[in-house]
């Protein structure tokens, strides 16, 4: 694996090479917006490594590798879920045929190509499309998708270990297909006892779901249990 880079708390900087894991989150200096480590790989063992701890890659073309454990952390417990009416007809009305895990890359492909607002470009490189194909081969991995007319119009996709989920991103060329993809998954999630969702950044769209935000010591608290859990 390639050497990646992060900050000890008295300033200098200490390379991960071969299996060195990343920095205990306490023992390194992270700033303020969470970034905790540059560089290393997209392998399997150093993504499985990151999420075990919080961890998420989150970069643009051009740039190197960057981890992130931001604080405060935004979540989602499965049972706080929140429907609006407006999607409760469109869930009774059932215009879609919801599917899981049928066309993964299909997906994660889908969602680097929807443009967000006040983002030029996406993160979701094709390196990491590649990466995250490898975690959902290997299991872990995970795909809601909305269908009409054997036409995928509206999916996302997150990382799964233990009972801790990892939403990543989402994406709809239909109205609601998105939010019913996501609302199916939590509703899975759920059943298999999840505990959490993690949602990463707070957004005005996750909070009308009822995610809220935490403190990372709060959020690392309850993902080493549920990481453990199954």
């Not at 480590?37 to 960057?66: M, V």
């Not at 996501?182 to 957004?203: H, W, Y």
């Amino acid at each position: 694996m390639s050497d990646a880079y992060y900050q000890l708390p008295n300033g200098r900087v200490a390379a991960i090479d071969g299996d060195c894991d990343f920095p205990p989150l306490g023992q390194a200096l992270t700033e303020p917006n969470g970034l905790i480590a540059i560089g290393g790989d997209l392998s399997l063992k150093r993504l499985l490594s990151a999420y075990r701890q919080g961890i998420f890659p989150w970069f643009s073309d051009g740039e190197p590798i960057l981890w992130w454990s931001p604080n405060p952390r935004m979540v989602l417990y499965p049972s706080d879920l929140k429907i609006s009416n407006s999607l409760k007809k469109t869930l009774k009305n059932c215009p879609f045929e919801v599917r899981f895990n049928s066309q993964f890359r299909q997906v994660i492909s889908a969602c680097s190509h929807t443009p967000r607002e006040g983002q030029p470009g996406t993160w979701i490189t094709a390196d990491i499309i590649d990466a995250y194909c490898r975690l959902h081969e290997a299991g872990y991995a995970i795909s809601a998708e909305c269908w009409q007319d054997n036409q995928l119009v509206g999916g996302c996709y997150g990382v799964k270990i233990g009972r801790m989920f990892y939403g990543e991103s989402m994406f709809h060329h239909v109205t609601d297909a998105s939010k019913v993809a996501f609302v199916s998954l939590v509703q899975k999630l759920n059943a298999e006892n999840v505990g959490l969702i993690d949602c990463q950044m707070k957004t005005a769209h996750l909070a009308s779901f009822g995610a809220k935000e935490i403190s990372r010591e709060d959020f690392l608290s309850q993902l080493s249990i549920l990481i453990k859990s199954t």
